[in-house]
Structure formats: C-alpha cells, structure tokens
C-alpha cells in the first residue's frame, strides 16, 4: 500500500530555494593599508627627526649657535662657500659638537640594533649587547692600558678596549663551545666572562690606581662622548654600516629563531653557523662601541622592546626602525649630560640609565597588559 499525506507531498514536493542555497564563504578581512603603510612612513618621519635632533643639538651649549649657522659651517667644510663664522665658533661646530653628536648617534643605532638581535638570537627578552661580557673586557683593556701602562704608550685606551673586548668574546665562544653550544650556555659563558673581567678590572683599579686617575677611569666606564673626533666617527659608522647588511640579510633568518632553534632547522636555517656569524658581528660592533664610548646601558634593551611594540617582531622592519630610535635617543640623552649640570658633565651612561629604567618598566607593564 503506498502511503499519502502531507509528509509524503512534503518530501515529494521539490526543495525551495533556500534551503538548497550554498551559504557564501565569508570574506577573508584585508590588512589595513596604514599597515603596509606605516613601515615607510615610520622610516622617512625617523630619518627627518633623526636630521632635525643632529641639527638642534649642534646649537645647545654655551656658544650661541643657531641652525643655519651650524649648516654653513658644515657646507664650507665640505666646499662650499665660507661660513662667515669666526674661527673659534667655526671649531666648536666642526670639531666638537658634530663628531660628537654624530657619534652619539652612531653608537645608539649600534647598540639598538645589536640589542634587538641578541634579544631575537637567544630568545631571552632581557639580552642587551652586553650579555657577552664584551664591555667588561673592553673596560678590563682601557684600565690596562691607563693604569698598568699595558703597551707602553704604543697602544691607546681605545685600542686597549678594543683588545680586551676581542678577549672577552674570544673566552665566551670558548666557554659556550666546550659545554655545548647551545643558547642557553652563551648566555652562561657571558655572564661568566662578565664576572670574570669586572673582577679584574675592580682589583687593577683598587690596587694601583690614584684617585684622579681612578675618577677618569670610572668616568670612561660609565660612558662618555667627550673624546670624540672624526677618525672615531669614521670607523663606528664604517663598521655600523657592514654590521647592518649582514644582520638586515639575515632578517628572515632572525624570525625563525623567534620559533626557537628546532624550528629554525626545520626551515633550513643553519643554526650553529648563523648563530656564529650573527655573534660574531654583534660582538664586533659593540666592541668598537664600546673601545669609543665606554659602557652606556640600557640603549640596546629597552629601546628594541619599545620599537617591537609599534611595528611588530619583522626584523626587516624593526631592525632599521631600531637604529633611527636608537640613534635619536642617544643624541638628545648626550645632549642633556652635557648641559644639565653646565660646565660640569654628567656621564651619559648615568642618564641613559636613569631614563632607561622607568620607560623599560613602561614597556614590560604595557606588555602585560596586552598579553
């Protein structure tokens, strides 16, 4: 017997529309064009900032200097037409003030920068440019060569840091290698060789040093720029320069050590050689730094951190992004140390320090809060 009634039209009726529509997929949201936009922009506004704080520094001090007669003397030294300057105004700008500054800036794109690759390398968010316990070896060279008289005049206290600071690298990859190479035991070596030469720097100091040598030393190591001259410039920009290709073609290499050491091998990363290559130019750079500008902390760790919150964890971004903030950081914190306590200089190592701490704590609580 066949059955009829509604079920039966129900299911020989045909199916309406719309229950046999395919429901749309939904549509995958685009990125916002600010964000593809914000990376160039970011660059160009860091570049003329960076332009404007060298040109505004140049003009604070005691000699009344103003911008336009800053360029031009910059313009007649680089052959055009004379500035008009008197010779003494001439001089503060040419060989005082503008090395100056344009080392300060040198040395915080090289230590931001340096700090942002340690930090990414060895996936530890508190590693700065010194975890090597390169500016240990560098401060253990420059007081042997101050006060022991290491060299016997034919090496400088910059060359001396620079020694002592190659030593110390030299002992950390030594260390590392023989208990096993991993990132951990880097990170245990350096901050054995970091022990290791501020204990000896401490004892030279306290054992054969007199008090106005023992000020000036404890002065460098806290870091200054008032030494600088042009060859200084030439050879941290020159070395900055190459330390920024290498680390700038490693950046996809760098976001894969982000993932940890396993999984940058299973993209094909080879990770004991680019460690080496990447630890080795850092350690370069921050020993050159370090051999001109003493011991000035807190640049290459909070400033990283700060710039990774505004543009993300890409080191093709964050990694000149990093220089330009390091670089106007330190120009404008040099130029407070040498004018808040006028005529006396603040070392500015202790002004980084103090602006360091508090905007770090801002970033680690800021941090929180988005995580």
Do not use: K
């Amino acid at each position: 017997m066949t059955r009829t009634g509604p079920d039966t039209a129900a299911e020989a009726s045909p199916a309406t529309p719309r229950t046999l529509r395919t429901p749309r997929a939904p549509r995958t949201p685009r990125a916002p064009r600010t964000s593809r936009a914000l990376p160039p922009l970011a660059g160009a506004a860091g570049v003329l900032l960076l332009c404007a704080s060298v040109a505004l520094a140049l003009t604070i001090g005691p000699a009344d200097i103003r911008v336009p007669d800053a360029w031009s003397v910059v313009a007649s030294h680089l052959g055009g037409s004379p500035s008009g300057l008197s010779p003494i105004r001439d001089g503060i700008v040419w060989e005082l003030r503008l090395p100056r500054t344009l080392l300060a800036a040198v040395c915080g794109a090289g230590l931001a920068v340096c700090g942002a690759v340690m930090q990414s390398l060895l996936r530890n968010p508190l590693a700065d440019p010194f975890v090597l316990g390169v500016s240990s070896g560098a401060s253990a060279g420059a007081v042997a060569v101050v006060v022991l008289g290491v060299g016997g005049g034919l090496v400088s206290v910059t060359g001396g840091a620079f020694l002592g600071a190659l030593c110390s690298f030299a002992l950390v990859l030594l260390l590392s290698h023989t208990l096993g190479g991993s990132t951990d035991r880097v990170v245990l070596a350096g901050v054995a060789a970091m022990q290791l030469f501020s204990a000896l720097t401490s004892f030279v100091v306290m054992t054969a040093a007199d008090a106005e040598t023992t000020r000036g030393v404890l002065f460098w190591l806290l870091g200054s720029l008032s030494g600088a001259d042009w060859s200084d410039v030439g050879v941290c920009a020159a070395v900055l320069a190459g330390a920024l290709l290498v680390c700038g073609g490693h950046a996809r290499t760098l976001d894969a050590f982000a993932f940890g050491e396993d999984a940058a091998a299973a993209l094909g990363v080879p990770v004991a050689r680019t460690r080496l290559v990447l630890l080795s130019v850092t350690a370069l750079l921050t020993a050159v730094l370090v051999s001109a500008a003493g011991a000035i902390g807190f640049v290459g760790l909070v400033l990283p951190h700060a710039v990774r919150a505004l543009v993300g964890p890409g080191h093709a971004r964050l990694l000149p992004l990093t220089a330009l903030a390091g670089a106007v950081f330190l120009v404008w914190t040099d130029t407070l140390a040498r004018t808040v306590l006028d005529p006396q200089e603040v070392p500015v190592g202790v002004v980084t320090s103090l602006i360091g701490v508090p905007a770090f704590v801002l970033v680690l609580y800021r941090t929180r809060r988005t995580r």
